[in-house]
Nanobody
Framework: QVQLVESGGGLVQAGGSLRLSCAAS????????VGWFRQAPGKAREFVAG????????YYGDSVKGRFSISRDNAKNTVYLQMNSLKPEDTAVYYC?????????????????WGQGTQVTVSS
């Protein structure tokens, strides 16, 4: 069993940046793909970014390409989401999730472990 804890959310003005962290405990994440998802009020949970177990393969949702960057530090058992050029429409609760497989996917049903989420609010 692995526990995931997100941190780094907060309130930021449009155009600003935040870096989210997803720290794992219970066991190592080094063999697992990890994804970031987000959910705004009244909307479905949306894929944001995913990273394979080595960190060399990454995927991004269309709405965040070129602005967000996912990375991982397996020695620290942590995955990061660097968010730049934030927009009000990025406002959501952001969740990290770990897949039992090493290859990242865009589909939330493929992920087995989820954190509790961290709120990101972007003001205009």
């Amino acid at each position: 069993q692995v526990q995931l804890v997100e941190s780094g959310g907060g309130l930021v003005q449009a155009g600003g940046s935040l870096r989210l962290s997803c720290a794992a405990s219970g066991r190592t994440l080094s063999g697992n793909a990890v994804g970031w998802f987000r959910q705004a009020p009244g909307k479905a949970r949306e894929f944001v970014a995913g990273i394979g177990w080595r960190g060399s393969i990454t995927y991004y949702g269309d709405s965040v390409k070129g602005r967000f960057s996912i990375s991982r530090d397996n020695a620290k058992n942590t995955v990061y989401l660097q968010m730049n050029s934030l927009k009000p429409e990025d406002t959501a609760v952001y969740y990290c999730a770990a897949d039992s497989n090493p290859w990242a996917t865009r589909f939330k049903d493929d992920y087995d472990y989820w954190g509790q989420g961290t709120q990101v609010t972007v003001s205009s």
